[in-house]
């Protein structure tokens, strides 16, 4: 089933809140590559509620304006660095240093094109939950935590978000694959959201799911 439009979910964090309204109007104001652009595609099942805490659910929001793609991404956590509460120990930094170095420099592995379009990355900011990228938390207050894990592991609901910008070769109009499992091998469904000059489609997909931009 296709779902080639839908409203615009609210601002899911505030990382987002400004990001998504500016691709918006950047993308509306945008030069169309011809008169009558052909609307982006997403096939898929409708998306799970705007806001929801899933794992193993993506959110992707990418936006193509000339030959610029933006990435707005959120994932949870647990997706992420497999777990969702503040590291406990020495490997589980190691595991959130590792995943966030991933995700900063991995933006372009995101997407997959036709072989004559390639996309380089400009810039990368990742945002992860307060407390991930501490690395001198005292050994007390891991202590204190762990006696408190299954209390508080039920009601931790922690995202990350990347917002990263890449530059491609050719305007990237057309056909397109994610390529996710690579970089979050973990995520088993995306809810994917395209946003072109032309219109804006969204659905729920696998993570190396086709669609059209």
Known sequence: MSFPALDRPQARSPFVGWTIPCLLLFVACGDSPSPDPAPPLVEGERR????????????????????????????????????????????DRATVAEALARLRTGGARLLAFPDEVTCALDSADVEAPQGMEDDHAAEDQHAHEDEHT????????????????????????????????????????????????????????????????
């Open 48 to 91: 799970g509620t705007a806001g929801a805490h899933e794992h193993g659910i993506a959110r992707p929001d990418l936006a193509v304006d000339g030959t610029r793609l933006t990435i707005d991404l959120e994932l949870p956590a647990e997706s992420v660095f497999g777990f969702e509460h503040t590291p406990r120990s020495a490997e």
């Open 150 to 213: 299954h209390e508080d592991e039920g009601s931790q609901h922690e995202e990350v978000h990347l917002l990263a910008s890449l530059t491609c070769s050719g305007e990237p109009i057309g056909p397109a694959s994610l390529r996710l499992a690579d970089l979050l091998p973990d995520v088993v469904q995306v809810d994917l959201t395209v946003f072109t000059a032309a219109w804006e489609a969204a659905g729920r997909v696998a993570p190396d799911a086709s669609f059209r931009f």
